[in-house]
């Protein structure tokens, strides 16, 4: 069974202030972040991780409790 929620990369880019008498800014910095996308809808869930070990725990987590859950039956 394919998993429904899976790590997603992100970039993130953290842009540095400026003080008034400052004639330089210090160049952005470009990192990373991680969510968690439901492959169901494509949208994400939960606010994101800043390690992808946590967000890889989490999608177990997440996968291991809805692979418990019973099929939906149709009416109709």
Do not use: Y
């Not at 969510?35 to 070990?53: E, L, S, V």
């Not at 999608?59 to 009416?75: F, G």
């Amino acid at each position: 069974m394919e998993d429904i929620f899976v790590v997603k990369r992100c970039t993130k880019i953290v842009i540095h202030g400026r003080r008034a008498e400052d004639s330089q800014q210090e160049p952005a910095e470009a990192s990373a972040w991680f969510r968690i996308c439901d492959t169901r809808t494509g949208g994400f869930f939960g606010d994101g991780f800043d390690q992808h070990a946590d967000a890889q725990a989490e999608c177990q987590r997440l996968n291991a409790a809805s692979s418990q859950l019973p099929a939906r039956l149709h009416s109709g």
